[in-house]
Antibody
Framework: EVQLVETGGGLIQPGGSLRLSCAASGLTVSSNYMSWVRQAPGKGLEWVSVIYSGGNTYYADSVKGRFTISRDNSKNTLYLQMNSLRAEDTAVYYC?????????????????WGKGTTVTVSS | DIQMTQSPSSLSASVGDRVTITCRASQTISSYLNWYQQKPGKAPKLLIYAASSLQSGVPSRFSGSGSGTDFTLTISSLQPEDFATYYCQQSYSTAMYTFGQGTKLEIK
């Protein structure tokens, strides 16, 4: 069974740093496209970041320069390093796998999600 | 950046009703459009990918259509477990996977 488990959330003061982890089972993180998505309290889903199997990474404008996505192949784990945290970063953070629909469109979609970890940025 | 706009933002309907939710992209995205369902306190669940392909295990009362900039998610006969929030997401830009703002489907 494919499973993603996020950890590392908690209460952090503005300006602080936190690293989220997403441990995978049933899939190989390094061979897949992996993403982070967040949801602020009472709000909709916001895409945060993606890392491709080749190593390319992309970020939402709201976190660019502050967040870093990475992976540890030996631990089969995805990470999100979050620096210079702000109140508006308060959210549940989900990791998800991106899968391709294949020919002809190669449309990427998030087929497996973790249950999320909660980050609260407050003094 | 590609913006995704869903309508309506909320919708009240009854069990057995046919419901349609619309998603519009700010530029053409071909068929690179996915739909997700989210229930309170739970992770999103994939329903439809590539605009009209039903994810394995999803009931056939769910269907998706559209291409270019305009897309729809249709539930042919609402069931009690379908009351949730629905999100569209574009994957045309693989550097930024934008979601719509969501449509909350409530019981009338």
């Amino acid at each position: 069974e494919v499973q993603l488990v996020e950890t590392g959330g908690g209460l952090i003061q503005p300006g602080g740093s936190l690293r989220l982890s997403c441990a995978a089972s049933g899939l190989t993180v390094s061979s897949n496209y992996m993403s982070w998505v967040r949801q602020a309290p009472g709000k909709g889903l916001e895409w945060v970041s993606v890392i491709y199997s080749g190593g390319n990474t992309y970020y939402a404008d709201s976190v660019k320069g502050r967040f870093t996505i990475s992976r540890d192949n030996s631990k089969n784990t995805l990470y999100l390093q979050m620096n210079s945290l702000r109140a508006e970063d308060t959210a549940v953070y989900y990791c998800a796998r991106l899968l391709s629909s294949g020919s002809p469109y190669y449309c990427y979609y998030m087929d497996v999600w973790g249950k999320g970890t909660t980050v609260t940025v407050s003094s | 950046d590609i913006q995704m706009t869903q309508s309506p933002s909320s919708l009240s309907a009854s069990v057995g009703d046919r419901v349609t939710i619309t998603c519009r992209a700010s530029q053409t995205i071909s068929s690179y459009l996915n739909w997700y369902q989210q229930k309170p306190g739970k992770a999103p669940k994939l329903l439809i990918y590539a605009a009209s392909s039903l994810q394995s295990g999803v009931p056939s009362r769910f269907s998706g259509s559209g291409s270019g900039t305009d897309f729809t998610l249709t539930i042919s006969s609402l069931q009690p477990e379908d009351f949730a929030t629905y999100y569209c997401q574009q994957s045309y830009s693989t550097a930024m996977y934008t979601f719509g703002q969501g449509t909350k489907l409530e019981i009338k």
